[in-house]
């Protein structure tokens, strides 16, 4: 059995302003994100500028699309009583699929202005996408937040603020399977010249899967519980969609190259 570290959320002061583990990620993410996709842009031909753009664009998707799904999927009653609770991108509470679709909607104003295809954007920048992941799922875990369910297991974790028992630590879980292997994965798919769509149906399946996978020994979303049959859970429900939609850019045979 482990005892959860109780890390400090607040990795150092300037002053008055506290700078917290859990922006640091998601900065270190970006540039992790930014490094590989430079990395292999060039022999893609894509350029450091164009690049920055993108990564803001991106930025910007996950800021305000991670809040608003959080809100939408888990919590739509708040929009009634409070609606800028929508923006309100500085309170905690974040959607990996609100992002996900924030970052698609950003990138679609991206390619409007800059004479690129959607999907071959997606594809260029898919197998960067899961080290953002990983440095956002330790971001989850130094905040001790989307811990596992109760286990016995000997890697068991106790997170002294949910109560005694060993938890799954399911946040290094997801940062090893959607932010270690999932890169793997796709950098090595990316390797060959693959059909148009290919290389973003394959992280969304890849995601898919893990976070479905993941699900079976994480906590319900507090107050949420389970979504139906006693045992989906909103992040399954909402992956699924990911499952079938990646599949069919896997296999599908007429795709343009």
């Known amino acids: 059995m482990l005892l959860y570290p109780n890390i400090n959320p607040i990795a150092f002061s300037l002053g008055p302003l506290a700078v917290h583990w859990y922006g640091l990620t998601y900065l270190f993410g970006f540039i992790g994100c930014f490094w590989l996709s430079v990395v292999r842009g060039r022999t893609r031909g894509w350029t ?3 690049l920055t753009d993108v990564l803001f664009y991106v930025a ?9 799904g959080y809100i939408l999927f888990y919590y739509p009653a708040e929009i009634f009583r409070q609606p800028l609770t929508l923006l309100a991108f500085w309170e905690p509470g974040r959607s990996f699929h609100g992002g996900m679709l924030g970052v698609f909607i950003a990138l679609l104003f991206y390619v409007k202005f800059n004479f690129k295809k959607f999907i071959e954007l997606t594809d260029f920048i898919a197998p960067a996408v899961p080290i953002g992941l990983g440095f956002g799922r330790l971001g989850n875990f130094i905040n001790g937040e989307l811990y596992g369910r109760i286990t016995t297991l000997p890697w068991g974790m106790v997170f002294p ?16 399977l959607e ?8 950098v090595w798919y990316a390797r060959k010249p693959r059909p148009l769509g290919a290389i973003s149906g394959m992280f969304l399946l890849g995601y898919g899967v893990i976070r479905c996978m993941v699900e079976f020994v994480r906590a319900p979303d507090e107050g949420h519980g389970f979504v139906a049959f006693n045992w989906l859970t909103m992040g399954q429900l909402l992956s699924i969609p990911m499952i ?14």
């Open 161 to 176: 603020h949910v109560g005694p028992q060993p938890r799954h630590p399911s946040q290094l879980y997801e940062l090893f």
């Open 60 to 68: 910007m998707g996950i800021i305000f699309g991670g809040r608003i």
């Open 48 to 50: 450091a500028q164009q």
């Open 244 to 257: 079938i939609l990646g599949l069919y850019f896997v296999l599908r045979k007429n795709a343009e190259h």
């Open 179 to 186: 932010g270690v292997v999932l890169c793997i994965i796709l």
